[in-house]
Protein backbone atom coordinates (compact mmCIF):
# COMPACT_ATOMS: atom_id res chain seq x y z
CA UNK A 1 0.00 0.00 0.00
CA UNK A 2 0.98 3.71 -0.82
CA UNK A 3 -0.50 6.62 0.26
CA UNK A 4 -1.14 9.21 -2.16
CA UNK A 5 2.38 11.29 -1.90
CA UNK A 6 1.75 14.14 -3.44
CA UNK A 7 -0.27 15.60 -0.59
CA UNK A 8 3.60 16.10 1.20
CA UNK A 9 4.17 18.86 -1.76
CA UNK A 10 1.47 20.85 -0.28
CA UNK A 11 1.87 23.93 2.41
CA UNK A 12 1.05 23.25 5.45
CA UNK A 13 -2.09 25.12 6.08
CA UNK A 14 -1.23 27.50 9.17
CA UNK A 15 -2.07 30.93 7.50
CA UNK A 16 -5.75 31.12 8.55
CA UNK A 17 -5.07 29.63 11.28
CA UNK A 18 -2.44 32.15 12.54
CA UNK A 19 -5.11 34.70 11.64
CA UNK A 20 -7.43 33.27 14.32
CA UNK A 21 -4.71 32.74 17.10
CA UNK A 22 -3.18 36.47 16.79
CA UNK A 23 -6.46 37.66 17.02
CA UNK A 24 -7.83 35.65 19.84
CA UNK A 25 -4.56 36.67 21.79
CA UNK A 26 -4.85 39.84 20.96
CA UNK A 27 -8.28 40.11 21.95
CA UNK A 28 -7.52 38.00 25.50
CA UNK A 29 -4.87 40.51 25.91
CA UNK A 30 -7.20 43.61 25.29
CA UNK A 31 -10.23 42.73 26.26
CA UNK A 32 -11.75 46.59 26.70
CA UNK A 33 -10.85 46.36 22.59
CA UNK A 34 -13.66 45.66 19.85
CA UNK A 35 -11.96 43.99 17.15
CA UNK A 36 -13.89 44.63 13.76
CA UNK A 37 -12.79 41.85 11.41
CA UNK A 38 -12.82 42.30 7.71
CA UNK A 39 -10.98 39.55 6.69
CA UNK A 40 -13.48 36.41 5.92
CA UNK A 41 -14.74 35.88 2.48
CA UNK A 42 -17.99 34.76 4.36
CA UNK A 43 -21.81 36.48 3.29
CA UNK A 44 -23.96 38.51 6.24
CA UNK A 45 -26.89 39.18 5.26
CA UNK A 46 -29.91 36.89 5.35
CA UNK A 47 -31.09 35.59 2.03
CA UNK A 48 -33.62 37.16 0.17
CA UNK A 49 -36.96 36.10 1.10
CA UNK A 50 -38.45 34.98 -2.52
CA UNK A 51 -35.70 31.90 -1.48
CA UNK A 52 -36.83 31.78 1.50
CA UNK A 53 -40.56 31.19 0.46
CA UNK A 54 -39.26 29.09 -2.42
CA UNK A 55 -37.28 27.01 0.20
CA UNK A 56 -40.18 26.37 2.83
CA UNK A 57 -42.90 25.65 0.18
CA UNK A 58 -40.23 22.36 -0.37
CA UNK A 59 -39.70 21.37 2.68
CA UNK A 60 -43.38 21.35 3.31
CA UNK A 61 -43.50 19.01 -0.46
CA UNK A 62 -41.00 16.84 1.40
CA UNK A 63 -44.05 15.90 4.44
CA UNK A 64 -46.24 14.00 2.50
CA UNK A 65 -45.85 10.69 0.62
CA UNK A 66 -47.60 12.28 -2.76
CA UNK A 67 -45.05 14.98 -3.16
CA UNK A 68 -41.53 13.60 -2.03
CA UNK A 69 -38.64 14.24 -3.68
CA UNK A 70 -35.84 10.67 -3.39
CA UNK A 71 -32.87 10.75 -5.44
CA UNK A 72 -33.23 14.01 -8.04
CA UNK A 73 -30.90 13.65 -11.28
CA UNK A 74 -27.16 14.16 -11.01
CA UNK A 75 -26.91 17.22 -13.36
CA UNK A 76 -29.54 18.94 -11.63
CA UNK A 77 -33.66 19.20 -11.55
CA UNK A 78 -34.48 20.59 -15.35
CA UNK A 79 -36.23 23.42 -13.72
CA UNK A 80 -32.93 24.57 -12.13
CA UNK A 81 -30.88 23.57 -15.24
CA UNK A 82 -33.36 26.48 -16.78
CA UNK A 83 -33.16 28.84 -14.42
CA UNK A 84 -29.72 29.21 -15.04
CA UNK A 85 -29.67 29.09 -18.76
CA UNK A 86 -32.01 31.93 -18.59
CA UNK A 87 -30.01 33.81 -16.37
CA UNK A 88 -27.06 33.67 -19.00
CA UNK A 89 -29.39 34.42 -21.60
CA UNK A 90 -29.76 37.48 -20.01
CA UNK A 91 -25.50 37.97 -20.81
CA UNK A 92 -25.87 37.08 -24.24
CA UNK A 93 -25.03 33.82 -23.80
CA UNK A 94 -26.90 31.19 -25.05
CA UNK A 95 -26.67 27.54 -23.42
CA UNK A 96 -28.37 24.32 -23.63
CA UNK A 97 -29.94 22.86 -20.39
CA UNK A 98 -27.41 19.37 -20.96
CA UNK A 99 -24.30 21.72 -20.92
CA UNK A 100 -25.24 22.54 -17.00
CA UNK A 101 -24.69 20.72 -14.12
CA UNK A 102 -25.67 21.81 -10.79
CA UNK A 103 -23.13 21.56 -8.17
CA UNK A 104 -22.85 21.59 -4.42
CA UNK A 105 -20.57 24.83 -4.68
CA UNK A 106 -17.59 26.08 -7.00
CA UNK A 107 -15.11 24.63 -4.58
CA UNK A 108 -16.36 20.83 -5.28
CA UNK A 109 -16.04 21.37 -8.13
CA UNK A 110 -12.68 23.09 -8.54
CA UNK A 111 -11.10 20.25 -7.85
CA UNK A 112 -13.46 17.52 -9.23
CA UNK A 113 -12.97 19.08 -12.97
CA UNK A 114 -9.50 18.40 -12.77
CA UNK A 115 -10.30 14.62 -13.16
CA UNK A 116 -10.83 15.40 -16.35
CA UNK A 117 -7.21 15.59 -17.41
CA UNK A 118 -4.18 13.34 -17.53
CA UNK A 119 -1.25 13.75 -14.52
CA UNK A 120 0.89 14.86 -17.71
CA UNK A 121 0.30 18.23 -18.31
CA UNK A 122 1.08 21.68 -17.33
CA UNK A 123 -1.14 23.77 -15.22
CA UNK A 124 -0.91 27.56 -15.45
CA UNK A 125 -2.17 29.46 -12.54
CA UNK A 126 -2.06 33.35 -11.56
CA UNK A 127 -0.51 33.89 -8.61
CA UNK A 128 -1.10 35.36 -6.03
CA UNK A 129 -4.81 33.29 -6.29
CA UNK A 130 -7.29 31.07 -4.69
CA UNK A 131 -5.38 28.22 -3.03
CA UNK A 132 -7.74 25.69 -4.17
CA UNK A 133 -6.47 25.55 -7.85
CA UNK A 134 -2.78 25.29 -6.61
CA UNK A 135 -3.83 22.63 -3.60
CA UNK A 136 -6.46 20.56 -5.83
CA UNK A 137 -3.39 19.83 -8.67
CA UNK A 138 -0.19 19.34 -6.41
CA UNK A 139 -2.90 16.75 -4.91
CA UNK A 140 -3.27 15.20 -8.21
CA UNK A 141 0.34 15.45 -9.27
CA UNK A 142 0.37 18.06 -11.74
CA UNK A 143 3.21 20.35 -12.35
CA UNK A 144 1.70 23.68 -11.43
CA UNK A 145 3.39 26.50 -12.86
CA UNK A 146 2.81 29.88 -11.88
CA UNK A 147 2.15 33.12 -13.53
CA UNK A 148 3.23 36.81 -11.93
CA UNK A 149 0.27 39.12 -10.74
CA UNK A 150 1.84 42.51 -10.33
CA UNK A 151 1.42 46.12 -9.64
CA UNK A 152 3.05 46.94 -13.72
CA UNK A 153 -0.17 44.57 -14.58
CA UNK A 154 -3.03 45.48 -12.12
CA UNK A 155 -2.52 41.83 -11.17
CA UNK A 156 -4.03 40.38 -14.26
CA UNK A 157 -1.27 38.66 -15.88
CA UNK A 158 -1.49 37.71 -19.47
CA UNK A 159 -0.44 34.96 -21.77
CA UNK A 160 3.18 35.84 -24.22
CA UNK A 161 5.12 34.18 -26.48
CA UNK A 162 7.09 31.92 -24.09
CA UNK A 163 3.58 31.05 -21.84
CA UNK A 164 3.16 26.83 -21.64
CA UNK A 165 0.37 25.89 -20.31
CA UNK A 166 -2.86 22.63 -21.23
CA UNK A 167 -4.86 24.01 -17.98
CA UNK A 168 -5.01 27.65 -17.24
CA UNK A 169 -6.88 29.16 -14.25
CA UNK A 170 -8.48 32.43 -14.39
CA UNK A 171 -10.73 34.05 -11.50
CA UNK A 172 -12.71 36.97 -12.79
CA UNK A 173 -13.52 38.89 -10.65
CA UNK A 174 -10.38 37.39 -8.80
CA UNK A 175 -10.17 36.36 -5.24
CA UNK A 176 -8.07 38.17 -3.74
CA UNK A 177 -7.26 41.02 -5.62
CA UNK A 178 -10.93 41.91 -6.70
CA UNK A 179 -9.08 43.12 -10.11
CA UNK A 180 -11.34 42.54 -13.20
CA UNK A 181 -10.60 41.31 -16.76
CA UNK A 182 -11.34 43.18 -19.77
CA UNK A 183 -12.86 41.38 -22.67
CA UNK A 184 -10.01 42.08 -24.69
CA UNK A 185 -7.84 40.74 -21.62
CA UNK A 186 -10.01 37.63 -21.81
CA UNK A 187 -10.07 37.14 -25.69
CA UNK A 188 -6.25 36.92 -25.49
CA UNK A 189 -6.57 34.52 -22.99
CA UNK A 190 -9.54 32.57 -25.55
CA UNK A 191 -7.58 33.13 -28.55
CA UNK A 192 -4.09 31.44 -26.37
CA UNK A 193 -5.87 28.39 -25.29
CA UNK A 194 -7.48 27.60 -28.53
CA UNK A 195 -4.10 28.05 -30.30
CA UNK A 196 -2.47 26.40 -28.13
CA UNK A 197 -4.68 23.49 -27.30
CA UNK A 198 -5.26 24.49 -23.32
CA UNK A 199 -8.25 24.77 -21.76
CA UNK A 200 -9.38 27.32 -19.30
CA UNK A 201 -11.29 26.24 -16.15
CA UNK A 202 -13.09 29.82 -15.46
CA UNK A 203 -13.90 30.91 -11.82
CA UNK A 204 -17.02 32.71 -11.74
CA UNK A 205 -17.76 32.75 -8.35
CA UNK A 206 -18.49 36.46 -8.28
CA UNK A 207 -19.83 37.30 -11.63
CA UNK A 208 -22.94 39.15 -10.10
CA UNK A 209 -20.51 42.17 -9.23
CA UNK A 210 -19.42 44.03 -11.96
CA UNK A 211 -22.19 46.13 -12.93
CA UNK A 212 -20.41 48.31 -15.74
CA UNK A 213 -21.58 46.03 -18.62
CA UNK A 214 -18.07 46.38 -20.52
CA UNK A 215 -16.65 43.58 -18.19
CA UNK A 216 -17.39 40.09 -19.13
CA UNK A 217 -19.18 38.10 -16.56
CA UNK A 218 -18.84 35.08 -17.88
CA UNK A 219 -16.48 33.18 -20.46
CA UNK A 220 -18.71 32.45 -23.22
CA UNK A 221 -19.46 35.81 -23.59
CA UNK A 222 -15.87 35.77 -25.28
CA UNK A 223 -15.68 34.59 -28.96
CA UNK A 224 -14.18 30.84 -29.30
CA UNK A 225 -14.47 30.32 -25.22
CA UNK A 226 -17.04 27.31 -25.99
CA UNK A 227 -14.14 25.28 -27.56
CA UNK A 228 -11.79 25.48 -24.96
CA UNK A 229 -13.39 26.72 -21.22
CA UNK A 230 -15.36 25.14 -18.57
CA UNK A 231 -17.04 27.42 -16.34
CA UNK A 232 -17.04 27.14 -12.53
CA UNK A 233 -19.77 28.92 -10.96
CA UNK A 234 -21.84 29.58 -7.69
CA UNK A 235 -24.55 30.83 -5.88
CA UNK A 236 -22.43 31.43 -2.59
CA UNK A 237 -21.72 34.83 -3.08
CA UNK A 238 -24.61 35.93 -5.55
CA UNK A 239 -27.59 35.27 -3.40
CA UNK A 240 -25.81 34.44 0.24
CA UNK A 241 -25.79 30.41 -0.08
CA UNK A 242 -22.57 30.05 1.62
CA UNK A 243 -24.33 27.85 4.46
CA UNK A 244 -26.99 26.64 1.82
CA UNK A 245 -24.60 24.81 -0.53
CA UNK A 246 -25.09 25.01 -4.67
CA UNK A 247 -22.94 26.48 -7.91
CA UNK A 248 -23.42 24.95 -11.17
CA UNK A 249 -20.52 24.22 -13.88
CA UNK A 250 -21.18 24.65 -17.58
CA UNK A 251 -19.31 21.92 -19.55
CA UNK A 252 -20.27 22.63 -23.57
CA UNK A 253 -20.84 20.67 -25.81
CA UNK A 254 -18.38 22.01 -28.11
CA UNK A 255 -15.50 21.59 -25.68
CA UNK A 256 -13.65 18.41 -27.76
CA UNK A 257 -10.28 17.32 -27.12
CA UNK A 258 -9.64 14.55 -30.33
CA UNK A 259 -12.81 12.45 -30.12
CA UNK A 260 -13.53 13.16 -26.18
CA UNK A 261 -16.36 15.13 -25.53
CA UNK A 262 -15.30 17.07 -22.45
CA UNK A 263 -19.53 17.12 -21.60
CA UNK A 264 -19.66 13.50 -21.72
CA UNK A 265 -16.99 12.73 -19.71
CA UNK A 266 -17.90 14.65 -16.55
CA UNK A 267 -21.56 13.39 -17.20
CA UNK A 268 -20.27 10.03 -16.97
CA UNK A 269 -17.99 11.74 -14.15
CA UNK A 270 -21.12 12.87 -12.27
CA UNK A 271 -23.35 10.11 -12.44
CA UNK A 272 -20.79 7.99 -11.10
CA UNK A 273 -19.48 10.13 -8.37
CA UNK A 274 -22.39 12.74 -7.21
CA UNK A 275 -25.73 11.84 -6.32
CA UNK A 276 -26.77 15.33 -6.89
CA UNK A 277 -27.99 18.50 -5.24
CA UNK A 278 -31.12 18.72 -2.50
CA UNK A 279 -34.07 19.43 -3.69
CA UNK A 280 -34.88 22.08 -1.33
CA UNK A 281 -31.63 23.83 -2.29
CA UNK A 282 -32.08 23.53 -5.81
CA UNK A 283 -35.85 25.31 -5.38
CA UNK A 284 -34.00 27.95 -3.49
CA UNK A 285 -31.63 27.82 -6.12
CA UNK A 286 -34.22 28.68 -8.88
CA UNK A 287 -35.91 31.59 -6.74
CA UNK A 288 -32.59 33.35 -6.33
CA UNK A 289 -32.43 33.55 -10.25
CA UNK A 290 -36.69 34.50 -11.12
CA UNK A 291 -37.01 38.63 -11.28
CA UNK A 292 -37.84 39.06 -7.79
CA UNK A 293 -34.81 36.77 -6.79
CA UNK A 294 -32.61 38.69 -9.24
CA UNK A 295 -34.13 42.01 -7.48
CA UNK A 296 -33.60 40.80 -3.55
CA UNK A 297 -29.80 39.10 -4.53
CA UNK A 298 -28.82 42.59 -5.91
CA UNK A 299 -30.11 44.71 -2.60
CA UNK A 300 -27.95 42.69 -0.82
CA UNK A 301 -24.53 43.16 -3.75
CA UNK A 302 -25.55 46.48 -3.36
CA UNK A 303 -25.11 46.88 0.30
CA UNK A 304 -21.69 44.99 0.08
CA UNK A 305 -20.86 47.19 -2.65
CA UNK A 306 -21.27 50.33 -0.61
CA UNK A 307 -19.56 48.75 2.14
CA UNK A 308 -16.59 48.58 -1.04
CA UNK A 309 -16.81 52.00 -1.94
CA UNK A 310 -16.41 52.97 1.42
CA UNK A 311 -12.81 51.20 1.82
CA UNK A 312 -11.91 52.13 -1.55
CA UNK A 313 -12.87 55.79 -1.02
CA UNK A 314 -10.24 55.94 2.23
CA UNK A 315 -7.75 53.78 0.54
CA UNK A 316 -7.76 56.60 -2.41
CA UNK A 317 -7.83 59.93 0.15
CA UNK A 318 -4.90 57.75 2.16
CA UNK A 319 -3.08 58.02 -0.99
CA UNK A 320 -2.78 54.03 -1.22
CA UNK A 321 -2.48 51.84 -4.50
CA UNK A 322 -5.17 49.83 -4.37
CA UNK A 323 -7.09 47.34 -6.91
CA UNK A 324 -10.40 45.80 -6.61
CA UNK A 325 -13.65 46.84 -5.09
CA UNK A 326 -14.98 48.16 -7.68
CA UNK A 327 -16.68 45.52 -9.06
CA UNK A 328 -15.87 42.91 -6.42
CA UNK A 329 -16.37 42.57 -2.74
CA UNK A 330 -12.55 42.66 -2.14
CA UNK A 331 -10.43 45.45 -2.11
CA UNK A 332 -6.63 44.60 -2.30
CA UNK A 333 -4.02 47.02 -1.46
CA UNK A 334 -0.02 47.92 -1.00
CA UNK A 335 0.99 47.60 2.41
CA UNK A 336 2.03 51.40 3.63
CA UNK A 337 5.55 52.11 4.82
CA UNK A 338 7.06 48.76 2.90
CA UNK A 339 5.54 46.52 5.09
CA UNK A 340 5.39 42.77 5.10
CA UNK A 341 1.74 41.82 4.55
CA UNK A 342 1.94 40.00 8.35
CA UNK A 343 3.76 43.14 9.84
CA UNK A 344 0.52 45.11 8.51
CA UNK A 345 -1.29 42.52 9.91
CA UNK A 346 -0.02 43.11 12.77
CA UNK A 347 0.27 46.52 12.96
CA UNK A 348 -3.67 46.65 11.92
CA UNK A 349 -4.73 44.25 14.80
CA UNK A 350 -2.64 46.33 17.32
CA UNK A 351 -3.52 50.05 16.10
CA UNK A 352 -6.68 50.00 14.79
CA UNK A 353 -8.23 46.70 16.18
CA UNK A 354 -8.77 45.74 12.36
CA UNK A 355 -8.83 42.19 11.12
CA UNK A 356 -7.42 41.39 7.22
CA UNK A 357 -6.09 39.01 5.12
CA UNK A 358 -2.35 38.99 4.64
CA UNK A 359 -1.30 39.08 0.73
CA UNK A 360 1.72 36.60 1.81
CA UNK A 361 -1.38 34.33 2.01
CA UNK A 362 -2.39 33.86 -1.40
CA UNK A 363 0.92 33.37 -2.93
CA UNK A 364 4.32 34.58 -2.94
CA UNK A 365 3.15 37.52 -5.21
CA UNK A 366 1.04 38.56 -2.54
CA UNK A 367 3.57 39.74 0.04
CA UNK A 368 3.41 43.10 0.74
CA UNK A 369 -0.31 43.55 -0.13
CA UNK A 370 -3.51 43.15 1.57
CA UNK A 371 -7.23 42.34 1.06
CA UNK A 372 -10.06 43.49 3.24
CA UNK A 373 -13.36 42.12 2.72
CA UNK A 374 -16.94 44.03 2.11
CA UNK A 375 -18.87 41.91 3.21
CA UNK A 376 -19.14 42.81 6.75
CA UNK A 377 -21.71 44.96 8.41
CA UNK A 378 -22.09 49.20 7.30
CA UNK A 379 -21.04 49.95 10.94
CA UNK A 380 -18.13 47.91 11.14
CA UNK A 381 -16.93 49.22 7.88
CA UNK A 382 -17.17 52.84 8.56
CA UNK A 383 -15.75 52.55 12.34
CA UNK A 384 -12.50 50.37 10.56
CA UNK A 385 -12.27 53.03 7.66
CA UNK A 386 -12.06 56.07 10.76
CA UNK A 387 -9.46 54.21 12.28
CA UNK A 388 -7.34 53.83 9.66
CA UNK A 389 -7.66 57.01 8.36
CA UNK A 390 -6.55 58.85 12.24
CA UNK A 391 -3.71 55.36 12.33
CA UNK A 392 -0.66 57.73 11.84
CA UNK A 393 1.48 56.11 10.68
CA UNK A 394 -0.18 56.53 7.15
CA UNK A 395 0.43 59.91 7.19
CA UNK A 396 4.06 59.09 7.27
CA UNK A 397 3.62 57.21 3.67
N1 LIG B 1 -14.00 30.31 -6.01
C1 LIG B 1 -13.60 31.42 -5.41
C2 LIG B 1 -12.71 32.34 -6.16
C3 LIG B 1 -13.96 31.69 -4.08
O1 LIG B 1 -13.53 32.80 -3.50
C4 LIG B 1 -14.77 30.77 -3.40
C5 LIG B 1 -15.16 30.99 -2.00
O2 LIG B 1 -14.80 31.91 -1.33
C6 LIG B 1 -15.17 29.62 -4.08
C7 LIG B 1 -14.78 29.41 -5.37
C8 LIG B 1 -16.00 28.58 -3.39
O3 LIG B 1 -17.34 28.86 -3.54
P1 LIG B 1 -18.46 27.86 -3.02
O4 LIG B 1 -19.00 28.44 -1.76
O5 LIG B 1 -19.49 27.87 -4.12
O6 LIG B 1 -17.85 26.53 -2.83
Redesign the pocket.
Known sequence: MKINDNFSRLEQSYFFMTIVTKTNEYAKNNPDKQIIKLGI??VTLPLGPVVIDAMQKAVSEMSKASTLRGYGPEQGYEFTQKAVQGYYKRKGVDLETGEIFI??????D?GNTSELFDMDNTVLIPNPV?P?YVDTNLMAGRKVVLIEGNIENNFLPMPDENTIADIIYL?SP??PTGAVYSKAQLQEWVDFANKNDAVIIF?A??EAFPLDKSFPTSIYQISGAKKCAIE??????YAG??GI???FTVVPHELKRGPASLNKMWFRRQTTKFNGVSYITQRGAQAALSEEGIKQAHANLDYYRENAKIIVDTLRKLGIWFTGGENSPYVWFKCPNGMTSWEFFDYLLCECQIVGTPGAGFGQCGEGFFRLSSFGKREDVITAMQRLTTAHKFHIN
Open positions: GDSDGAGTIYACNNDAYICSFSKFTRCG
